[in-house]
C-alpha cells in the first residue's frame, strides 16, 4: 500500500514535471489559434500543417540547412573534445611531469571561469582570423580543450583504471603511446562515450556563442532560427515555431532515450551540472 | 611517432636520450607529456590566459571592434558605477535571480531525492525521467514554450483565471516576468538531484538503523544524520549551482527577445553585458563588465567556502 502511495506520488510530480514537454509537443499538432490558452493536451483535430510550414524554410534557407549547420557544430565539438581531452586526461592521470599539479591546478581553475571574460578577445581573434560567421570559433576552442570540464571527467575515470595493466603493458613492450592508444583509451570508453554525449546536447542546445558568431540566415544553426521567430512572433506563427522547436528538441530526446544510463551516471560521478 | 615506436620495442634497454643511469620509470618522459598536453596547452594559452589578459587591459580601453583601443583609464568602471543606472538594474536582477532560483532549486532537488531514495526496481526509471528537463532547459525552444505558458492568455493565464486570480500574463508584466525564468531555473532541478541521490547512497545504513533503536522520528533523522552527512554534497550543489545562475543568458534572452524587458525586469547582467558588447559594440565596457562579474563571483565562491567551516561535515573530520 505504502508502495504503491509512492509510485502514485512518484508519477504525480513526474506528469507535473514533464508537462510542459507533452504540452510542447501537442502544440506542434493544433492550429494556431489553439495553442495560446489551450491546456488540453489533444488537439480538436491533429494537423500536419506546422510541420508542413517548418520545412518550407524560414527567411529563404531551408530547416535542413539549418539541421545541418546544428550537426555540423556538434559534431566537429564531439570529435574536437573527445580527441582533445583524452589525450590531455591520459597525461594528467598516467604520466609524471614536473608541473603536472600547478597545471592541473590551473585547468580545474578554469572550469569556473565565466566565458564572459574571455568572449571579447575570441571575438576579437576570430574576426582577425576572417572566422567570423563560419562554424570555426565554434568547433576550434574544441580541438584544443577549452571544456576541460571533459579533461577532468575522463581524468577521473582513467585514474581509476588499474596501474597494474600499465605495468603489464611495459613488460610487453608498449610505451606511453601505446599503453595509451591499445590499453587506456579502449578501457575509457564509458567515460568517452559520457564526453561525446554531453558535448554533443551542450553544443546542440549553445546559444550565446552561435548568436555571437553566426550571423548569416544561411548559416544559422537551430537554436538561432528559432530564434528568428522571437522577433517575429504574432500568433499566426506560433504552430510552426512549436513545431521547429520539437525537431530542434528531437536529438536530446533520442540521445536521451538511447543512453540515459550513461547520462544520469555521469552526472552522479563527476557532479557536471546541465 | 618513431620514437615511441622505438621504445616500444626495446623493451628493457633504456631509450637512446642521455638519462641517468636508472631506467626511467613508466610514464617518465616529460617531452612526451607534453606532447599528450599539447592541444590543452595551446587553447589555455590562445584562448584562456591570451584572452583574459587582453579582456582585463580592454576593459581600461574604449573599443569598438574596428578600431584600435584607446586607454581611458578607469573611465569604464566609473562609468559602470557612477552613471549607468541600466548597470545596478542588470545587477539587482541577476542577484535576486540567483538568491531565488539557486536555493528553490536545491530544495527541489533535495526534496525529490529523498523521495526517490529507496530501494525499488523503478528508482532508475524515476532518476532518469527527473533529470531529463535539466537536458531539454537549456535549449532556446523549452524557453519559447515557457514564453508562450506564461504569455497573456497563456496556460498559466487562463488556469489562475479560472481560479479567479487575474495576473494578465507574467511575461510581459514586470512584476512577474522574472519569476518566470526562475521556474525555468527551478524545473531543471534533476542535475542536482541526482548528485544528491548519489550522495545519500553514501550514507552507511546502520546510522539511520542507530537512530531508529533511539527512538528519533523522520524529521529528527533528517536534521540530525541526513542533512550533516550530505553537507558537503549540499556545499558542492550551492556552489556550483550559484556561479551557474550568476551566468544565465538563454531563458532571458529568449522570453525577453534580446531586450530584458518589461522595464528591465529580466536584463540578466550577462544579457546586459551582451548587449553592451555585440549590439552597441563598446566592448571595452562590456570587458569592464565581465570583469566585475568574474571578481564578483569569485568573491561569492570564496566566501562560500569560508563559511562551509561552519556547517559542513566531513566524515572522519573531528567534530568541532
Redesign the interface.
Known sequence: MKRLLWHVLCVALLAALLYPVAWLVAASFKPANEILSSLALLPRKALLGNYGEVFRGMAGVSVWRFLGNSLLVSVGSVIGNVASCALAAYAFSWMRFRLRGPLFAFMIATIMLPIHVLLIPQFTIFQRLDLVDTVWPLILPKLLATDAFFIFLIVQFMRGLPKELGDAARIDGCGPVRTFAHVVLPLSRPALVTTAIFTFIWSWNDFLSQLIYLNTPENYTLPLALRLFIDQTSETSYGAMMAMSVLTLLPIALFFFAFQRLLVEGVATTGLSG | ?TT??T???R?TTPPAEPVPRRRP??????G???L??S??????L???V???A??LY?SFTDYD?FTTPDWIGLANYRALFGDDPRFFAAVWVTVKYVLLSTPLKLVAALA?AM??N?V?R?Q?F?????????????????A??????F?E???V???LSVLGVHTGGWVSNPRYSLLVLVALAV??F???M??F??GLKQIPQEYYDASAVDGAGPWRTFRSITLPMLSPVIF??LV??T??A??A??GA??VS??RGGPVDSTLFY?LY??QK??TEFR?GY??A???V??IV?AII?AVLFRTARLWVFYAGEESR
Not at chain 2, 592541444?39 to 589555455?44: F, I, Q, S, Y
Not at chain 2, 524515476?126 to 523549452?142: I, K, M, Q, T
Not at chain 2, 519559447?144 to 505558458?149: A, E, G, P
Open positions: 611517432m615511441t615506436r621504445i616500444g620495442r623493451r620509470r613508466y610514464g617518465e618522459r616529460p612526451l607529456a607534453y599528450f598536453l592541444p590543452w596547452v595551446l587553447g589555455a590562445l584562448l584562456t591570451g584572452p583574459m587582453a579582456s580592454l571592434l525529490v523521495l526517490l529507496r525499488s523503478t532508475g524515476y532518476r532518469s525521467a527527473f533529470y531529463a528537463p535539466s537536458l531539454l532547459g537549456a535549449s532556446v525552444a523549452v519559447l514554450v515557457w514564453r508562450v505558458i504569455d492568455r497563456g496556460v493565464d487562463e488556469s524545473w531543471q534533476g542535475a542536482p541526482v548528485i541521490l548519489a558542492f550543489n556550483l549551482e556561479i551557474h550568476f551566468q543568458f538563454t534572452f529568449v527577445g534580446g550577462t553585458l551582451y558588447g555585440f566592448m562590456a570587458s563588465m565581465a570583469w562579474l568574474v563571483v565562491t
